[in-house]
């Protein structure tokens, strides 16, 4: 008899640990020999630099089960009060519809979708967002619409960029801010201003044009509720060359006259109040619309129609080769992931009221707010704003701190001005007994009945909109808003289109930096619980004690990971932590009396982001070589930084490369940078092969961002959304950003702000704070190393089919490896974009397809794959090798073969089959492929077609009728 297993080595058994690993210890064992190594630390050591390698483990709690990070963290979650909230300022409480909540924001099959680079397996989402971008379109009145932005403010910063690029005419550099816009809006605004060289004057909206300004951005309805009629301004406007951008409010919208129909040129604001939970700020997708004339100074991403092989209509994200421009002086922005899933909420939350649902919401509200409106007038209480769709603002004429107390006895939160005014916006969770509530709070005692008010309103025929602006536009004509109204036919078509899509649900996908690791189930969780979700991002300090409890562990565990002084969460998304962190560096070298410096040196291979964000910051590019081995250039590294001289500000680079190897002269790249007097910024996005064996810190660079969204386990949500919290080294500490709104309650920096809300996303900020507390110190390590590990297996098992790019030390790779397509494509003429299309044929997803070297694929497997599925994925590629190979022979014609012809769809197979290799090739090409066959739902798309014919909302349902 064997001895009996003690308790310990029981519990040791279930470990959240191994199910987030991949691969067990007898495969990795397995995976070792392959690759040649006899240990994990055998094999780190053989890849990792030894100046950078930690020597002690992470100061960070061992791993907790599922059940009591849960509970700790559920715990936590309580201490946040939900309060009633009508503080408003661009963030109202909304009922999100269940079958959306359940069916998108809780289901894997939308979240853990990656952005639609690849259309045929994304036509679900893409057919989402193109929803989204109809209805900002038509709610907007204007020509198209992106699929979103990050936030309402960072919109309007974009919106300035633009206008400057946009109205060529005019050489003003000022730009006029309404000062009635949100007060976070104006605050990130006038932070991008100031190093792209713009000044910001504010005033009444009606004086817009009596200066010389590029632009002008007008709030619609004001932040104070004030209904002003923007369309005088906006021609005076344009009569001066100069454009008008208005930030409005698509519930609002439903009932106002379009800025579309105002002539504005620009119009954006955010679609939280669609369905989509506050969240303590985030995340919420921003929309942004343009008139058609600049759709090509758009910035962000644009879904447009375009068409397959077989001449059916099929979506596409459009001008994608733009999102090469943002490599150079071109770019339009940084914007890279945005907030994609959030989008898709919105716009289906739109598809499933339709116009007349909506219409009533908003409407409701608005009679709600009328009826209050008129009880406060009666009882002789002054209100600021003469006009209103949803937001009073009222004088509390000595009353105010009786009325603040009553407030938080009700547990309502109220918007308190600077200038002593109170304000209150009502949303779609507004009942009646919440108006008379509000009565007990700002009256006392009264004698007021809602009823009776509504009453009298309707037999008066009181209207609280000037009639000019009264909405007499149609919108949301499409079918698609006009269809699935019934749960059910909702329900159906949320699972028709994410059954068209591939995610990680399907199979693995492994592009390459963008780390789409497993989104663990229990990380997900505490993200739709209420304490959570029901928080304003203003709300008192004292209600928000569980979020901050959140936070400051967070803070701690990243900080232990990254050896970095302090961390900012305010950044949402890797690209604005960079434009976070170089402002960082630029206040700190202005407060230094350096303000001189101002060239950032970028390697040639850096993505794209890097110098568009150096862009952003007023910084100037110069791009240092890269030698044959793919490490940066060090002799031409020294030449570039004694050219700079005394303007060196900042040298940004990638860790491990984006060549995927850990580079040994990085130390001294570091040194080179300090020794000049810059500073190094690292983009953190591969820190998935550092947490555990490595650090920025320990490395040397004084600031970095993370890539949550990658590393830490938050779901790529189709394109978004993210977080890029940045950490610092101490002497950068006091230049992180603040927030203009609830900066000092939180103690955070006097700074200006670079997102609209402190802590950006702060609620999915739970998914990495699980992340971490699941794994503990020892996953975090292990997890690395077995990323380190499934990367090497994966160049074991590819190496003799495809050359592998570039290696490091030991011809290790990190954990990301290049494979070079190009000399098949020159001996062949079959192209990476045949691999990746005939890829989908296998039911896998392409690896990052041309970058960071065009006509490479970009392979990352991360830690959470097991060796079954990288097996899988290896067998799919020999297999298409060998394909390529016939075709090279020319057993294939070179134009009829299932490389060119990939996808295949369900329609080839029931067409007469008249091609060289037959359908089993075609569709099974590997036994296990028909075990779950993931069809793609169109063939190839055609993506010049798609640009040259650019067009970008709602294709009509007969255009899919087939001939
Ligand atoms: C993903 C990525 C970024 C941009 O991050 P976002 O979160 O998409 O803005 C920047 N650099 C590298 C190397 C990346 O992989």
Redesign the pocket.
């Given at each position: 008899m064997t001895s009996p297993i003690s308790l310990d080595q029981l519990e040791a058994k279930d470990d959240f640990i191994r199910r987030h690993i991949g691969p067990n210890e007898a495969d990795q064992a397995r995976m070792l020999a392959a690759a040649g190594a006899d240990s994990l630390e055998d094999l780190t050591g053989q890849i990792v630099p030894e100046s950078i390698r930690l020597d002690a483990d992470l100061n960070i709690e061992r791993a907790t089960s599922e059940a009591d990070a849960l509970d700790y963290l559920q715990a936590v979650a309580r201490q946040n009060k939900v309060f009633k909230s009508y503080i408003g300022l661009g963030y109202h409480d909304t009922q999100v519809p269940n079958v959306i909540l359940r069916n998108v924001l809780e289901n894997p099959g939308w979240y853990t979708a990656y952005t639609p680079y690849q259309p045929e397996i994304a036509q679900g989402r893409l057919e989402a967002l193109i929803n989204y971008q109809q209805m900002v379109a038509d709610l907007t009145g204007m020509d198209l619409a992106n699929a979103s932005l990050l936030d309402e403010a960072t919109a309007a910063a974009e919106a300035m960029a633009m206008a400057k690029r946009c109205a060529r005419r005019n050489t003003s550099m000022t730009f006029f801010v309404d000062e009635n816009v949100l007060p976070q809006t104006l605050d990130v605004v006038r932070t991008r201003a100031e190093y792209m060289g713009f000044e910001i004057v504010t005033g009444p909206l009606e004086t817009a044009a009596d200066q010389d300004v590029f632009g002008a951005l007008l709030q619609y309805p004001g932040a104070n509720g004030e209904l002003r009629d923007p369309e005088p301004v906006i021609g005076q406007l344009h009569e001066k060359n100069a454009l008008a951008v208005v930030a409005t409010d698509l519930m609002a919208l439903l009932l106002l006259k379009s800025p579309g129909e105002m002539g504005a040129d620009m119009v954006l604001g955010n679609s939280q109040r669609f369905g989509v939970p506050l969240g303590f700020g985030g995340p919420h997708a921003a929309f942004f619309a343009s008139r058609d004339d600049f759709k090509r100074s758009i910035p962000g991403r644009l879904i447009g129609v375009s068409k397959d092989t077989r001449g059916k209509p099929a979506l596409r994200m459009a001008l994608q080769t733009r999102e090469q421009h943002i490599r150079r002086e071109k770019a339009n922005s940084n914007i890279?992931?945005a907030q994609v899933l959030l989008a898709n909420m919105a716009g289906f939350y739109a598809a499933y009221h339709g116009p007349d649902g909506l219409r009533t919401i908003a409407q409701r509200i608005h009679r709600l707010t009328g009826i209050l409106a008129e009880g406060l007038e009666a009882k002789g209480i002054h209100i600021v704003n003469s006009h209103f769709f949803d937001t009073l603002t009222i004088d509390p004429q000595g009353n105010r701190d009786l009325i603040l107390e009553r407030a938080e006895a009700k547990q309502i939160n109220l918007r308190i001005d600077p200038k002593g005014t109170l304000g209150i916006s009502l949303n779609e969770c507004t009942s009646r007994e919440d108006v008379e509530d509000l009565f007990d709070v700002l009256m006392g005692d009264h004698d007021f009945n809602v009823a009776e008010i509504d009453q009298q309103i309707t037999d008066q025929g009181t209207t609280f909109m000037p009639e000019n602006l009264e909405r007499s536009s149609d919108y949301l004509q499409h079918p698609v808003f006009n269809t699935h109204h019934s749960e059910h036919e909702m329900l159906r078509y949320l699972k028709r289109l994410e059954n068209r899509d591939l995610a990680l649900t399907h199979s693995m996908i492994s592009l390459g930096?963008?780390t789409m690791k497993l989104n663990a189930t229990a990380e997900m969780i505490p993200v739709s619980w209420p304490e959570f979700g029901r928080i304003h991002p203003f709300a008192p300090r004292s209600q928000t004690k569980g979020y901050r409890v959140l936070l400051e562990e967070l803070d701690t565990m990243l900080r232990a990971i990254t050896g970095f002084d302090a961390i900012s969460m305010q950044p949402n998304?890797?690209?604005?932590g960079?434009y976070a962190g170089l402002l960082a560096i630029r206040r700190y070298q202005a407060a230094q009396g350096e303000s001189q410096r101002d060239i950032c040196l970028i390697p040639q291979s850096a993505?794209g982001?890097?110098p568009a964000s150096a862009q952003m910051m007023g910084l100037k590019v110069v791009v240092v070589k890269t030698d044959a081995e793919g490490n940066v250039d060090l002799d031409d590294l020294h030449a570039k930084v004694a050219d700079a001289g005394d303007r060196l500000s900042c040298l940004m680079v990638?860790y491990p490369s984006?060549h995927g190897v850990y580079e040994e002269g990085i130390r001294e790249l570091c040194e080179t940078i300090h020794k000049a007097g810059g500073q190094v910024y690292m983009?953190g996005?591969?820190l998935n092969a550092q947490v555990g064996v490595t650090s920025p810190a320990a490395i040397g660079a004084d600031v970095a961002h993370l890539?949550l969204?990658?590393t830490f386990a938050i779901p790529h949500g189709g394109g978004g959304p993210?977080m890029?919290p940045i950490g610092v080294r101490s002497h950068l500490a006091n230049y992180l950003p603040g927030h203009p709104v609830v900066g000092s309650m939180l103690d955070m920096n006097d700074q200006g702000s670079v997102s609209a809300a402190p802590f950006g996303s702060a609620s999915i900020l739970p998914i990495s704070w699980m992340y971490i507390r699941l794994l503990g110190a020892e996953g975090l390590r292990l997890a690395t190393q077995v990323a380190l590990l499934n990367a090497n297996y994966l160049v074991a098992r590819l190496k003799d089919h495809y050359p592998i790019l570039y290696t490091g030390r030991n011809h290790r790779v990190a954990h990301e490896c290049i494979l070079d397509l190009r000399p098949l494509k020159a001996e062949t003429g079959i192209t990476e974009v045949d691999v990746a299309k005939r890829l989908m044929d296998y039911g896998f997803h392409a690896p990052t397809m041309s970058f960071p070297v065009p006509g490479t694929f970009m392979v990352e497997p991360t830690e959470s794959e097991s060796l079954a599925e990288l097996d899988r994925f290896v067998d799919a590629m020999i297999r298409i090798r060998q394909e390529i190979d016939k075709v090279g022979r020319g057993e294939w014609p070179a134009d009829n073969n299932p490389l060119v012809q990939a996808p295949h769809s369900q329609q080839d197979l029931i067409d007469d089959w008249q091609r060289p290799y037959d359908r089993q090739t075609a569709v099974f090409p590997l036994p296990w492929v028909s075990q779950g066959k993931y069809w793609p739902s169109v063939n190839r798309v055609d993506d010049v077609w798609g640009d040259r014919n650019l067009f970008c909302s709602c294709p009509s349902p007969d255009s899919y009728i087939e001939e």
């Open positions: 890279c992931t930096s963008c998304s890797g690209a604005q960079e993505h982001t890097n990638t984006t983009d996005a591969n890539n969204h990658k993210g890029g």
